[in-house]
């Protein structure tokens, strides 16, 4: 097995070499790649001293799996090159999520649609994944009729430069500025660039990419997500409607019994999930699992997890395991 990681000078790069590690992901070279002004540098990993490669020549090289954490214009680009040669490409980015041709997969919710001939796999958005690893069987059990989402979301979704912008406004350095206003004790409601509809881009994603993994465009879904000066996760407040009544007990049995989803909810003991909780972590944390009794079947429900692993490295990696354990890879 050969395995590219694309972008792997990154923040979420660098997590998904660790996630490669820890998962124990089976290969026989791994190529890191990078931008062509990080060829040629040095990364030491797992004990042994990597060269950055340029993307050229990792197509050159045909990988068995690409892994793609190198934004949107590197994906349009170059993930097609690599399919070419015969490459799975699994990608981080949004360039193909909405493509209808291309699958939007969360392993444990949707796997099963993967084939061998699905060489371009489409990693949904950070916020999206963890929303919908509690989702689905509560979908699956009692038919989703609408969503009210808002979310509070780590400044590690922007970026390293976000990350430096509140370490500076911390120490009260002047530096540069990937918010349009300061990110220290605040909370920005502007997540992603605005659209003509008035919704920022990353508040429809949670609509869009909800609606293509659950397999149903007739949820109604709508959102709010906000910057907060945290970096251990994302947190989401999720208000659920229902079409037939439910049990808060048969909830959390369901969500209990979901891979991958770990449920904190002991109000006595103060349990319920936090980004700090969440970090380093792959579930999907959820708690304060309690019913709306403002509207007839209806739930609310707080989901937690970090952005870097669940939200964008670890679901990488895990597609690419569904697909050698399938002998799809």
């Known amino acids: ?128 994944i963890q929303l919908v690893m509690a989702l689905a069987p509560l979908h699956k059990a009692f038919t989703i009729k609408r969503l009210v989402i808002s979310t509070y979301q780590s400044i590690t979704g922007t970026g390293v430069k976000a990350v430096q912008q509140l370490e500076n406004e911390a120490k009260g350095i002047e530096g540069e500025k990937v918010y349009p206003h300061p990110i220290h004790k605040n909370a920005l409601p502007h997540c992603d660039v605005f659209l003509d509809n008035d919704y920022t881009k990353e508040e429809m994603k949670l609509v869009n990419e909800t609606h293509k993994i659950l397999g149903d465009s007739s949820l109604g879904i709508t959102a709010t997500a906000v910057r907060i000066p945290v970096v251990g996760g994302h947190s989401e407040s999720v208000n659920i409607t229902f079409s037939s009544p439910f049990e808060v007990s048969k909830v959390r049995t369901l969500l209990s019994n979901t891979p991958g989803v770990t449920v904190l909810d002991d109000l006595q003991n103060n349990s319920y999930p936090t980004p700090l909780q969440s970090e380093g972590k792959d579930a999907v944390f959820v708690g304060r699992i309690r019913r709306d009794h403002s509207q007839e079947n209806s739930l609310n429900l707080w989901i937690v997890a970090d952005n870097l692993r669940k939200g964008a490295a670890t679901n990488t990696i895990q597609i690419a395991s569904y697909l050698r354990a399938k002998g799809l890879l």
């Open 1 to 128: 097995m050969k395995v590219a990681v694309v972008g792997a000078t990154g923040m979420v790069g660098r997590v998904m070499l660790d996630v490669l590690k820890e998962h124990q992901f089976p290969y026989s070279e791994l190529l890191l790649v990078a931008s062509e002004r990080s060829a040629g540098k040095q990364i030491d990993y797992n004990g042994k001293t990597y060269t950055i490669m340029g993307l050229d020549s990792a197509v050159a090289a045909r990988p068995d799996v690409a892994l793609f954490s190198a934004g949107g214009e590197t994906s349009l680009a170059w993930a097609p090159q690599f399919a070419a040669v015969g490459t799975t490409v699994i990608d981080n980015s949004s360039a193909w999520r909405m493509e209808p041709h291309i699958k939007l997969i969360v392993p444990e919710i949707n796997g099963a649609l993967l084939t061998q001939e699905d060489k371009i796999i489409a990693n949904p958005n950070c916020s999206t």
